[in-house]
C-alpha cells in the first residue's frame, strides 16, 4: 500500500463549462502527481501536488537528445457514481518496456497504478460525466541530468497529469479518412517503434501535415523496409474486416502494442470472429476493396476509442470502406469496450478498477 502526500491547491482553477464540448488535451485539472529518481537512491519522493509549471535547467537532457516516454488512459465516471480505469496494470507493463528501451529505470507496476489511482482521487470531480467525455490521464518520464554528453541520464522525473477530455478527433464517432504513407517512415524493426516515446511522434509530424494538407486526419504507416505492409496510424491501431475475418498487422517490434487493439481481439474472438494478427499488405486491401471484401476498417486506441475508417487513400487510389458509414462490428465494438469502462457492460474480463 502506497501513502502519498498529498499538498492541495490554494487556487483551484475554473471547471470547463460546457463539457459537451471539451477537446482533447487542452485543459488540465488542479493536481498531479510527481516522483523524482536519483541513481543510488532509486525512485523517491512520490508526491501530489498542485500544478504547476515545471523548472528545468535548458540543459536538462531531455531536451537534446529526447530520452522520455509517457504513457495513455482514462478514468470513467459510472452513472453508478464509480470511477472505474480500463487496465492500468497494461500501461504500467508497456511503461517497463519502453523504458527498458531507452534505458530509463522500471517502475514497480503497484506504483504506477496506485500513483494514478491516487491522484485522480484528489482531482476526481474533474471527472467530466458528458457522452463521450472522461478524464485523460498522462503519465511522463523525463530525463533532467545538466549535461550534454550522450548517455542516460542519473535522474528523472515521473509525473502524471490529467485532462478532462472529449473525442479525440473532431468528428465523434464519425468515420474518419486515412492517408497511407509511402514516403516518410515512422519505425524500423530494431527502433523504438513498439516504445511509447516522444520521438516516434516527432517523426511523424511532417507525413501527419501532408495528410492534413490533403484533407485526411492521420496518417495509416507502411513497414520501414519494404513500404508494402500495413503498420499503424498515427495514434492508434488498425484493423480490417475482410471477408467475414477479423485482421490486424502483427506485433512486429515496429507497431506499439496497443492495450485497446489486445481488448478488442479478445473480444472478437469471444462473439466468435476469426481473428488473424499478421502481415497485411496495400495490395491485398485494394484487391479485398475491389471484390467487395474490404467490410469495415477501424482504428483503435485509448484517446481514439474504436474509431470507423471510411476512406483510405494511397497513391492515386482511394479505398471507400462500408460507403463511409460505420460498419457493424465498429459500432458494437464500441458499444461494448466503452460499455465496459463506464460500467454499463458486464465487465466479464475483469478489466476495470476502481478507485
Ligand atoms: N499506436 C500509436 C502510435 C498510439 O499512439 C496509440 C495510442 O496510445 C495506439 C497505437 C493505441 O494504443 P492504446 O490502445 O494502448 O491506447
Ligand atoms: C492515447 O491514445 O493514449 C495516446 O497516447 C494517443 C496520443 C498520441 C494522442
Known sequence: MYNFPVTKTTNPKARPQDESKLAFGKVFTDHMFIMNYTEGKGWHDARIEPYRKLELDPSA??????????????????????TRLF??????????????????????????????????????????????????????????????????????LFIIILSPSGAYYASGLAPVGIWIEDDYVRAVKGGMGFAKTGGNYAASLAAQ???????????????????????????????????????????NGSILPGITRNSVIEVCKSWGYEVEERRISVEELLDAQKSGKLEECFGTGTAAVISPVGKLRYKDDVMLINNNTIGEVSQKLYDTITGIQWGECEDKFNWTITL
Open 61 to 82: 537532457m531531455v531536451f537534446h537528445y529526447g530520452q522520455e516516454m509517457f504513457e495513455g488512459l482514462k478514468a470513467y465516471k459510472g452513472k453508478d457514481g464509480k
Open 87 to 156: 487496465r492500468p496494470e497494461m500501461n504500467a507493463k508497456r511503461t517497463n518496456d519502453t523504458n527498458k528501451r531507452l534505458c530509463i529505470p522500471e517502475l514497480p507496476v503497484e506504483l504506477f497504478v496506485e500513483a494514478c489511482k491516487a491522484v485522480v482521487k484528489v482531482d476526481e470531480d474533474w471527472i467530466p460525466t458528458a457522452p463521450g467525455t472522461s478524464l485523460y490521464i498522462r503519465p511522463f518520464i523525463i530525463a533532467t541530468d545538466e549535461f550534454l554528453g550522450v548517455a542516460p541520464s542519473s535522474t528523472y
Open 209 to 251: 501535415v501532408k495528410a492534413h494538407d490533403e484533407g485526411y486526419s492521420q496518417v495509416l504507416w507502411l513497414d520501414g523496409v519494404e513500404r508494402k505492409y500495413i503498420e499503424e496510424v498515427g495514434a492508434m491501431n488498425i484493423f480490417f474486416k475482410i471477408d467475414g475475418k477479423i485482421v490486424t498487422p502483427m506485433l
